[in-house]
């Protein structure tokens, strides 16, 4: 499977942007499908996930502002984001787990939130 990112930029406090990832290649196989985010000197963490039934679970920092939603037709995973911090300042990464324990991870995409 290969994961396709886009969708950051440079955006002020308080705005919104929308990330989106395309999955190609073996997308039968694809089961969850997430967004992480690594922020400058920090661990990469988990944002958001949503399973092929369309159950989400999101990290307490973005609860309320950040919304996970997918499109198995076309195989694209989307991260809305609202009311953005400093803080959400990072590179954004799109990840799917799929079956036989496989894992795969986009590019990678820049936001940055100004105060």
């Known amino acids: 499977v290969q994961l396709q990112a886009s969708g950051g930029g440079l955006v002020q406090a308080g705005g919104s942007l929308r990330l989106s990832c395309a999955a190609s290649?073996?997308?039968?196989?694809?089961?969850?499908m997430a967004w992480y985010r690594q922020a400058p000197g920090k661990q990469r963490e988990r944002l958001a996930t949503i399973t092929s039934g369309g159950s989400t679970y999101y990290a307490d920092s973005v609860k309320g502002r950040f919304t996970i939603s997918r499109d198995n037709v076309n195989s694209w995973v989307y991260l809305g984001m609202n009311s953005l911090l400093p803080e959400d300042t990072g590179v954004y990464y799109c990840?799917?787990?799929?079956?036989?324990?496989?894992?795969?991870w986009g590019q990678g995409t820049l936001v940055t939130v100004s105060s």
């Open positions: 990840n799917v787990d799929a079956t036989r324990n496989r894992t795969y």
């Open positions: 290649g073996n997308i039968f196989s694809i089961q969850n």
